[in-house]
């Protein structure tokens, strides 16, 4: 009964490649965004969706592409894998108020 | 640009003392602040949050002071236990806003 789960949870994959990450909340928040720690441990957001509605898009490269199919699901995309892509991100859902909840994160390695 | 900073990386206190973490900004229309913790490979959770309007809130062991004209605030946390080690962030936002801004984060060690 996690609040807001990622998966997975671990990702290698090569440069050049597709892949995806799922997230999915159910505290029936409106609101929910990607936000991206690089190595510097800078935590920067990506995109905020509220009830599938795309909000804030933080110029962010177009081989990202959030998908909310619906308000408890917020997947994030990611064409042509790059070396700089590498990082953990995690996605954060927000009901009324200022407080976030986080999920646990994705650690993304391109080799 | 980094409109919220906090300077100190890392922080090491002893069981028992009080640990002060300083966050800083420069966005003058920052209203409303908060403290996440983290532990590692865990995302980060809500600790305190504070308004523009006040320059102090505590919940338990936990205050956050705001100084608004000096753009700076702080976390105490008093009395230290070794279940308080982890990162800490310090996040803005602005009314009307959405997003969250986020310092780099202080790593909290504490001593037993």
């Known amino acids: 009964d996690t609040a807001v789960s990622q998966t997975p949870k671990y990702l290698v994959t090569q440069m050049g490649n597709d892949k995806s990450i799922k997230c999915e909340q159910n505290?029936?928040?409106?609101?929910m965004y990607w936000y991206k720690q690089d190595s510097k441990k800078f935590l920067k957001i990506m995109f905020s969706?509220?009830?599938?509605?795309?909000?804030i898009n933080e110029t962010v490269p177009n081989r990202f592409s959030p998908k909310s199919p619906d308000k408890a699901h917020l997947n994030l995309h990611i064409n042509s894998l790059e070396l700089g892509d590498s990082a953990v991100y995690f996605c954060?859902?927000?009901?009324?108020?200022?407080?976030?909840?986080f999920g646990s994160g994705t650690r993304l390695t391109v080799v | 640009d980094q409109q919220v900073k906090q300077n100190s990386p890392s922080l090491s206190v002893q069981e028992g003392r009080i640990s002060i973490l300083n966050c800083d900004y420069t966005?003058?229309?920052?209203?409303?602040f908060l403290w996440y913790k983290k532990y590692p490979a865990e995302g980060p959770t809500f600790l305190i949050s504070i308004s523009s309007i006040k320059d102090k809130n505590e919940d338990g062991r936990f205050t956050v002071f705001l100084n608004k004209s000096a753009k700076h605030l702080s976390l105490h946390i008093v009395p230290s236990q070794p279940g308080d080690s982890a990162v800490y962030f310090c996040a803005a936002s602005a009314t009307g806003n959405e997003k969250l801004t986020f310092g780099t984060g202080t790593r909290l060690t504490i001593i037993p």
């Open positions: 966005n003058s229309m920052f209203d409303y």
């Open positions: 969706y509220n009830n599938k509605e795309l909000i």
């Open positions: 505290l029936g928040h409106d609101t």
């Open positions: 954060a859902s927000r009901g009324g108020g200022y407080g976030y909840t």
